[in-house]
């Protein structure tokens, strides 16, 4: 019965053995790579917009209208970040007396829509 214990055990160990052997020529490989990043730009309708009209009144109101589509572009790859802002500055027709205050202005971005391949 010894004999057979010292077979098993042997044959036990020689199984664990085969199972953690690392495969036939493995070792570690230098390895190296160049990332290139793209770029960050964004693009912005540059020409004239019409808001339509309104009638002159003493008392405030409301014109709106779209001012066209504002697009990021971020190709710089790995884990970036952006925030785009917008600045406003004061509506000044001639007469220069019907000017409208950069205050008295607002924007509202819209629909942010993303495509391709977003990270959170």
Known sequence: ???????????????????????????????????????????????????????????ATTISGHLGIVTVTDQRGGATTWVASVIVTAFTPTPAATAIPATQVSYAAGTVTQAGVTTA
């Open 1 to 59: 019965m010894t004999i057979r214990r010292l077979v098993l055990l042997v044959g036990a160990v020689a199984a664990v053995g085969a199972v953690t052997a690392l495969p036939g020529g493995a070792a570690d490989t230098p390895t190296s790579f160049t990332l290139t990043g793209g770029l960050l730009s964004i693009s912005a309708p540059t020409g004239n917009v019409s808001l339509g009209t309104q009638v002159a009144s003493t008392s």
